[in-house]
Each structure stands twice: as structure tokens, then as C-alpha cells.
């Protein structure tokens, strides 16, 4: 073995060890994202979930609304047959 040779060996060897390190050191920093990932799905679904309940909610709403127009709107014809039957009976003072 040459001098070159010996010198280059130990180096060679290094860098191996240096990349080997990383590759470990990736692995460990890609499964902590991964884990991160996973949690931040689980409360993504969560959200979704109650955004899933605010929508039924808004739906519920909605519709008593229009229950509730529907009622002002039959309660407001009702009043005017009434007025005009009372109109009718009560003598007229002009």
C-alpha cells in the first residue's frame, strides 16, 4: 500500500461513517415528521368534523327560519281577514 493510499483509507472510511450518520439522523427526523403529519391529520379531521356539525346546525337553523317566515306570513294574512271582517261588522263613523 502506497502513502496515498493509506491516507485516503481513513478518510474514505469517515466520510462513510459521516454519511451513515446522516442517512440516520434523516431517518430519525423523517419519521418525527411523519408523526407530526399524522397528528396534525387527526386534528384536521376533528375541524372537519365540527365544521360538519356547524353545517348541520346552520341547516337546522335555516329551516326553522323558513318555518318561521312561513308562520309570520300565514299569521299576517289571517289578521288581514280578520280586519277586513271586522270592518265589515263595525259600523262606519265618517
Same mark, same amino acid.
Given at each position: ?8 483509507k481513513?478518510?474514505?472510511?469517515? &466520510? ?16 418525527? &415528521? ?18 360538519n ?34 270592518k ?7
Amino acid at each position: 500500500m502506497d502513502s496515498d493510499e493509506a491516507t485516503t483509507k481513513p478518510t474514505i472510511e469517515t &466520510v462513510l461513517e459521516r454519511i451513515n450518520t446522516l442517512g440516520e439522523t434523516l431517518h430519525s427526523e423523517i419519521k418525527s &415528521v411523519r408523526s407530526d403529519i399524522e397528528r396534525i391529520d387527526k386534528r384536521l379531521d376533528k375541524f372537519n368534523e365540527r365544521f360538519n356539525d356547524v353545517d348541520e346546525r346552520l341547516d337546522q337553523i335555516e329551516a326553522l327560519a323558513n318555518r318561521s317566515r312561513l308562520d309570520v306570513l300565514n299569521m299576517r294574512s289571517d289578521f288581514r281577514q280578520w280586519r277586513d271582517q271586522l270592518k265589515d261588522l263595525l259600523p262606519q263613523t265618517h
